[in-house]
């Protein structure tokens, strides 16, 4: 169905209109400034030396699964704790291991908090993650085209629309991609009749060319 990603994951579709801030927990997974190392402070202990990298990646995968469960079922928040948790021992691996996997999974785990965060209507935490997601692999179409629907919630239309571009050329492929690349440009149409509208009449593009002769 449109808007499920070429990965086939449920939760990557698009997320319109909503605009009110829902109360979630107070520990949310990044916290009011967004900050995942205070958050990892609250919900699991500090690493200790007889931690294998291999417990980890199994933590992290397991955490992942349960995340995509409870997001299946709506439990958003509850989901947003699981990739939150999975994010801290992704980040305690790199620090372990320079694998390019590594770098990876982080993204892939931002981009699922995106998409959770654009759910509950936290739309500017949504942008937040799913350019972290971007940050951690550039060449991941799925993180952009979430980065661009994410942006398309604050109004960053432009933005969107550079990165939608961006997520079609890393995979052209991907139907929905082109499809929000269309809603994009729609919207941008839309934009600027509405703001030239707003203008006086002997101010608008057209008449100004008009009156110079161009």
């Known amino acids: 169905s449109r808007g499920k990603a070429s990965n086939k994951q449920w939760y990557q579709r698009r997320v319109r209109g909503k605009r009110k801030k829902l109360n979630g927990p107070a520990n949310s997974a990044f916290g009011e400034e ?3 190392e205070d958050y990892s402070n609250q919900i699991i202990p500090r690493k200790k030396a007889d931690v294998t990298s291999e417990d980890r990646k199994t933590l992290i995968e397991s955490l992942k699964r349960e995340g995509n469960t409870l997001a299946e ?6 989901a947003l704790s699981k990739f939150g948790k999975a994010i801290v021992l992704g980040k305690e691996e790199i620090e372990n291991s320079s694998d390019i996997d590594n770098t990876r999974i982080l993204s892939v785990l931002y981009e699922l908090s995106a998409q959770c965060y654009a759910e509950v209507a936290e739309v500017f935490r949504a942008v937040s993650a799913a350019e972290k997601a971007v940050n951690f692999d550039t060449t991941c179409c799925v993180a952009r085209q979430t980065l661009a629907r994410s942006q398309i919630n604050i109004g960053e239309l432009g933005l969107a629309c550079t990165n939608i571009q961006k997520s ?3 995979n052209p ?3 929905d991609a082109w499809e929000d690349l269309k809603e ?3 919207l941008l149409r839309k934009r600027n009749e509405t703001t030239w509208a707003l203008l006086p009449v002997e101010t608008r593009p057209g008449i100004v060319n008009q009156r110079l002769g161009m």
Not at 73 to 78: A, D, I, K, R
Request: hydrophobic share 50%; glycine share 6%; aromatic share 12%.
């Open 168 to 170: 079609i050329l890393l």
């Open 73 to 78: 079922v709506g439990q958003f928040w509850e």
């Open 34 to 36: 967004d900050s995942d």
């Open 184 to 186: 994009i440009r729609e």
């Open 173 to 175: 492929a991907v139907k």
